[in-house]
């Protein structure tokens, strides 16, 4: 059977690094990006497609990606006359790897379903060095028999792929965990910034922490930037308040008050309306020890 068409929009770190790997796999793939023109350069150097608006794209894909940013980006590529939604078709699987809202989400699938087409959400883990070589995690939801469809295209870029039910609990579940790992992340940068005002020694901490049931992969990344100065988690401040904003709307929705978020979201936009919002999470260690000492802005 021939491979399935792809358009992929959004050619940022890991967008690049999944086109490349479907090029590997020996998909036919056309792209669309933004200002930045070097991942358009290196797809079409390997044989792809540069699109010339999202609703071409549509036109003449089986299969339609998206990996940008935030929800808006999302909606702004869906919505209006050369968008996806208008040149959509039956049978065409629209896929949303960004981790977006899901109230967003759902609208979009309603939207699209009135052309024929499924929407899935499929928001991602791991890095573009797995992207690369096919293995990142990928929390699919949305329509099962869709799923199966793209299912092996799935598997090509991810080495742990997850069908979790009805569209938007991929993006649901995958806020929930990153408004729990920043809330993780944080608390650990501040843990070092008081040891290092109590002038207790980093690692001693560290040591005693991580003995018990506090350790985590996540309370590591923060250790090994605190101790050894290697950013191991490439997340910014900026990405992180995104998300954890978008998990406390999220829970709005639901009719939620998300109170465990609050200090976590209060912290990233702090440090991002300050100027910080480019340095990675990791480095919130440094943040906290320079701003402990004074009240919130």
């Known amino acids: 059977m021939s491979k399935p068409t792809i358009g992929f929009i959004g050619l940022g770190l890991m967008g690049r690094a999944m086109v490349g790997c479907l090029q590997d796999a020996g998909y036919d793939v056309s792209v669309l990006g933004n200002r930045d023109r070097s991942g358009i350069e290196e797809a079409v150097a390997r044989g792809g497609r540069e699109a010339g608006s999202a609703r071409e794209m549509a036109e003449n894909c089986d299969i339609v990606m998206l990996c940008v940013g935030t929800s808006e980006q999302v909606e702004q590529r869906i919505y209006g006359e050369d968008g996806v939604l208008a040149g ?53 939801a949305g329509d099962e028999a869709a799923y199966e469809k793209v299912k092996p295209v799935l598997d090509v870029l991810g080495e742990n792929v997850f069908h979790l039910g009805k569209l938007g609990n991929g993006h649901t579940i995958k806020l929930i965990n990153n408004f729990f790992a920043m809330t993780t992340a944080n608390a650990m940068a501040e843990a070092f910034a008081t040891a290092d005002a109590a002038g207790i020694d980093r690692q001693a901490l560290y040591s005693v922490m991580s003995a018990g049931p506090l350790k985590s992969g996540m309370m590591d990344f923060i250790r090994n930037y605190a101790v050894d100065g290697q950013v191991d988690l490439a997340f910014s401040v900026a990405n992180a308040a995104k998300d954890v904003g978008y998990y406390r709307q999220m829970a709005g929705d639901l009719g939620l008050e998300s109170r465990m978020s609050t200090a976590a979201d209060a912290t990233l936009r702090e440090a991002r309306d300050g100027g910080d919002g480019g340095i990675m999470v990791p480095e919130m260690v440094d943040w906290m020890a320079k701003h402990l000492g004074s009240k919130q802005s």
């Open 88 to 140: 959509a078709k039956a049978g065409q699987v629209v896929i949303d790897f960004g981790t977006s809202l899901p109230s967003s989400t759902q609208k979009i699938g309603a939207d699209l379903a009135e052309k024929g087409a499924v929407y899935l959400d499929a928001p991602l883990g791991r890095t573009p060095a797995h992207a690369k070589d096919g293995l990142l995690n990928i929390m699919c």
